[in-house]
């Protein structure tokens, strides 16, 4: 099956109250993972690329890798960037043959944001691509890009923004953030915020950055072999079930897939210190990424049997 845009995953996933998973990759197990958890669950998903991860993987490498995943995929899958710093690399990425780009202009002043965001919906329509952009600011850090507070979506300027640019589908701040440390006490959604813009923006796809559950699991057997992840927090996995019931088709994950990979390689790494064939170390944490991406179809994300 064909790279594809998110215009119909989104549209059965709003309708249906349930979210698509998109899911950073960065090297091969990662995509093989992520894949045979999609093609078990029978699951729509979103293979997304970092501009870090394209740096390190190469642009090439990750269109060959993702072309080998769905040359025999009966999934509908999307390849998408995910924070798209300027016009430039987003056209990069379009003309090498991503389906969906996001531009990330929330560092900038709204009318900044607006403007850059406009270009790269018009030379992206050109092309049949399709654009999520950002309002508003999470807090964390996830390759460059870094906030050191929350800056929350208002309602108002979401259904402007929208109408003056023509993007495709907005990523709102609510509450969530980058990285492992999203919360210092109680974790907390604006839900009220939410359901607001979505009354505004009615059957507009809406985008949660910043979603990882942060498994205990993976931070304790991490931290049992010889890891110093402490005090990581994530959102609660009834909350990003909330979320698709208010208008949110796309939740992002990333930090869940990088502690799956290292809860798993530090555990084999240490109960086999002899063993030094990689297949032997990145085969179990291959298996990590697809057993917590199938549970995430399965139980939070509601995408099961959707393709």
């Not at 640019?165 to 915020?193: M, Q, W």
């Not at 990581?232 to 869940?256: H, R, S, W, Y």
């Amino acid at each position: 099956m064909p790279l594809t845009t998110p215009k119909e995953m989104f549209e059965k996933a709003y309708m249906d109250k349930y979210a698509i998973g998109a899911f950073n990759v960065t090297n091969m197990e990662i995509v093989q993972g992520i894949m045979e958890a999609a093609e078990e669950e029978k699951s729509p998903v979103i293979l997304q690329i970092s501009a870090g991860a394209r740096k390190y993987a190469g642009h090439n490498y990750i269109i060959k890798m993702v072309e080998a995943a769905i040359e025999n995929s009966n999934v509908p899958v999307v390849l998408h960037l995910d924070h798209g710093v300027d016009f430039n690399i987003c056209k990069e990425v379009i003309d090498g043959g991503f389906t969906s780009v996001m531009i990330d202009g929330s560092h900038f002043p709204f009318e900044k944001n607006i403007e850059v965001t406009k270009s790269v919906v018009e030379y992206a329509h050109q092309h049949g691509v399709w654009v999520e952009a950002e309002l508003g600011q999470l807090a964390g850090i996830e390759d460059d890009v870094f906030a050191e507070q929350n800056v929350f979506t208002e309602p108002d300027q979401a259904v402007e923004f929208v109408e003056r640019t023509g993007c495709n589908s907005l990523a709102v701040a609510i509450g969530t953030s980058h990285g492992a440390y999203k919360f210092k006490s109680e974790p907390k959604l604006d839900f009220e915020r939410l359901e607001k813009i979505t009354q505004l923006l009615p059957n507009y796809p809406l985008v949660l950055h910043g979603a990882s559950s942060v498994p205990e699991e993976f931070i304790k057997t991490a931290n049992n072999f010889g890891g110093q992840i402490a005090g990581a927090k994530g959102v609660p996995e009834f909350m990003l079930k909330k979320a698709a019931q208010l208008g949110v088709c796309k939740i992002n994950i990333d930090t869940d897939i990088r502690l799956a990979i290292t809860a798993t390689l530090r555990k084999v790494l240490n109960d086999f210190p002899a063993e030094f064939d990689p297949r032997k170390f990145f085969g179990p944490a291959r298996q990590a990424i697809k057993d917590m991406v199938q549970y995430k179809m399965r139980f939070v994300l509601d995408s099961s049997n959707k393709a």
